[in-house]
């Protein structure tokens, strides 16, 4: 059996009581280390609160891992008890889809056990899931990359009314440029985490190029940091004032505000941004 286990956002502890009979009986555990980290995934003894917790030696799973070697995992799972470790939801985000559909090509079952995602725990910020559009990513711009198809779908969304999450740039074990050109052992980048600041000059800087006011420094933002954890922040605001807010340690995440209910009104009024009129 493969077993893909949400870990939800928050600590180890976040897991449900199913996932974890899971992870008890599986004789491998592997955890996926490249879309996202739990909060503690982020520090020196993150992975082992994990093995104390769920009592089992983890391996880490990084992009190459499971992009290249996913294989001899599944074949493990033929005979054995395997779980997968999956911050969030397996199907949130970032779905896993295509381990789903090797596993049960090989004829592997496969079970999986849900928890909670970024996708609904925005939630919090009082603005109503049913009435988000297109989810979509920001990636971080480089000199000679600055992609913005994002525009066209925040366009989109706000001309019905809706909301857009915008989930931010994680780069975690990316190869140097000079490794990848010189072949042989790759370096890698150190990991960086896009900040809610980040993401809202460069909407900026794509809203100048294209100057169609799909959105502009008055606009209405929630910014989320490290969503779930018992030290999350969620501040309600102006594009311009979230611009100059410390918003601390990565996860971050955006929701651009659409049309509000007034019940959506007097949640977002607990997170206004201090300065706020």
Same mark, same amino acid.
């Given at each position: 059996m493969l077993y893909?286990?949400?870990?939800g956002?928050g600590? %180890? =502890?976040?897991?449900t $009581?199913? /996932?974890?009979?899971?992870? =008890?009986?599986s ?13 503690? /995934?982020?520090?020196?003894? /993150?992975?082992?609160?994990l093995?104390?917790?769920y ?8 992009? %190459?891992?499971?992009?290249e070697?996913?294989?001899?995992m ?13 911050v ?7 779905t896993? #889809? ?6 049960k090509?090989?004829? !592997?079952?496969?079970? !999986? ?6 996708m609904?725990?925005?939630?919090? &910020? ?8 297109e989810? !979509? ?15 066209e779908?925040?366009?989109?969304n ?12 994680i ?7 000079? #490794?990848? &050109? ?11 985490y896009?900040?809610?600041?980040t993401?809202?000059? *460069?909407?900026l ?7 169609? #006011?799909?959105? /502009?420094?008055?606009?209405? &933002? ?9 030290? *999350?922040?969620? @501040?309600?605001?102006?594009?311009? *004032? ?11 995440? $955006? @929701?651009i @505000?659409?049309?509000?209910?007034? @019940?959506?009104?007097e ?5 206004r941004?201090?300065n706020?009129?």
């Amino acid at each position: 059996m493969l077993y893909i286990i949400g870990l939800g956002l928050g600590d %180890e =502890k976040d897991i449900t $009581l199913r /996932g974890l009979e899971a992870v =008890k009986k599986s004789q491998k555990v592997y955890m996926e280390a490249y879309t996202s980290l739990l909060s503690f /995934g982020l520090s020196p003894d /993150g992975l082992s609160n994990l093995e104390k917790f769920y009592g089992k030696p983890i391996i880490l799973a990084d992009r %190459e891992m499971v992009e290249e070697k996913a294989g001899h995992m599944i074949e493990e799972a033929i005979h054995n008890d395997v779980a997968f470790l999956v911050v969030g939801d397996p199907f949130g985000a970032t779905t896993h #889809s295509d381990l789903v559909v090797r596993a049960k090509k090989l004829g !592997v079952k496969v079970e !999986v056990v849900h928890n909670a995602s970024v996708m609904n725990a925005v939630g919090i &910020c009082g603005l109503q899931l049913y009435h988000y559009g297109e989810t !979509v990513s920001i990636p971080f711009f480089t000199e000679t990359w600055r992609p913005d198809s994002f525009y066209e779908k925040i366009k989109k969304n706000r001309a019905l009314g809706l909301h857009t999450l915008c989930l931010l740039d994680i780069r975690v074990k990316e190869p140097t440029f000079e #490794s990848l &050109c010189r072949g042989g052992k790759k370096q890698y980048e150190p990991p960086r985490y896009m900040t809610v600041n980040t993401a809202i000059e *460069q909407l900026l800087e794509v809203e100048q190029k294209h100057g169609e #006011s799909v959105y /502009g420094e008055e606009t209405e &933002c929630v910014g989320f940091a490290r969503l779930g954890s018992e030290d *999350q922040t969620i @501040v309600a605001g102006t594009m311009k *004032q979230l611009e100059s807010v410390d918003f601390g340690a990565p996860l971050h995440c $955006l @929701v651009i @505000v659409g049309e509000t209910h007034p @019940v959506e009104e007097e949640m977002l009024e607990f997170y206004r941004h201090k300065n706020a009129d």
